[in-house]
């Protein structure tokens, strides 16, 4: 047997139902038992058309010998016959059911990704699912559950933003300023003229560094956090090289989050040409989704 974690989402009709539903049909797919449930949060939506009503989140643990895809087309099945209906990315939905891990198993294919790829950036994913898998090991990530959500909660903690091969992702820094602008995070020292440029083996890569504000929105203030006291909330890898989400990262955009992960694990979003090319709202989710809980 495996297992499987699951993610849980719904915001249309009755989210409370809905989700007592879902477990009791979970309980019932084939091969498939129920391990645990975490305790159920509301939060805001986010990402998606506005002025969505709230979701309620939560997670599951399974043991199950279906494979990855077999027990994906089981929860696509589920979610059809609840009610869900596929008519806008990131809309208002009747009920989610989203495979975040199969034991330690990474995939990247169009019909399924493992771990999940937004995954460790959402707070209302891994409160949950820390909940009930703290000792869970991020096959891609050098920590446990427990451990990247303590860093994902932490609001004086540093997201920073990578861009490889920002040459392919047009105007991304100006992306990523809107993005920060609209969501209540400020720069922590550098504007983005000035941010630090490197080399990733034969790739160009820069970076810019956020930190959650309530105030109002400056491109420079003044550094008042040491280099050395800057922990790593969050890593936003922007990837030039790569197309759309299901395209494994290169070796050398590897070593770039291996390197970063070793000293400072902390969650990562890969976001890919696909991601950036409609404008700042992939970002401006991600960095919302992280501050979603606190």
Avoid: C
């Amino acid at each position: 047997m495996s297992s499987a974690l699951v993610g849980f989402g719904s915001n249309l009709g009755d989210p409370v139902r809905q989700f007592e539903r879902a477990i009791e049909q979970l309980a019932q797919l084939p091969e498939t038992t129920l391990d645990r449930v975490a305790s159920p949060v509301w939060v805001p939506a986010v990402g998606g058309p506005p002025d969505q009503p709230h979701f309620l989140n939560s997670a599951v643990r399974l043991q199950t010998g279906l494979s990855p895809q077999a027990l994906r087309a089981q929860l696509y099945d589920l979610e059809s016959q609840l009610g869900r209906v596929r008519d806008e990315p990131w809309g208002p939905r009747a009920i989610d059911l989203d495979l975040l891990f199969y034991d330690h198993e990474v995939q990247f294919d169009p019909e399924l990704i493992l771990p999940h790829p937004w995954m460790a950036i959402r707070s209302f994913v891994m409160k949950p699912a820390a909940e009930i898998a703290p000792d869970w090991v991020h096959p891609l990530m050098p920590a446990t559950l427990e451990q990247l959500w303590d860093r994902l909660r932490d609001p004086d903690g540093i997201v920073h933003v990578w861009f490889v091969e920002p040459a392919a992702l047009p105007d991304v820094k100006s992306l990523a300023w809107k993005a920060a602008g609209q969501t209540g995070f400020q720069p922590v020292a550098s504007p983005p003229e000035h941010a630090p440029s490197q080399r990733i083996g034969k790739r160009h890569a820069d970076s810019i560094e956020l930190r959650q504000s309530d105030g109002p929105w400056q491109k420079s203030p003044p550094d008042r956090i040491p280099a050395g006291e800057r922990s790593a909330r969050a890593y936003v890898v922007l990837d030039g090289t790569a197309e759309a989400p299901f395209v494994p990262p290169t070796p050398e955009v590897n070593a770039l989050i291996r390197g970063r992960m070793h000293p400072h694990p902390a969650p990562l979003l890969r976001l890919t040409q696909r991601d950036m090319a409609a404008g700042p709202g992939r970002l401006a989710a991600a960095l919302l989704a992280l501050r979603a809980i606190s």
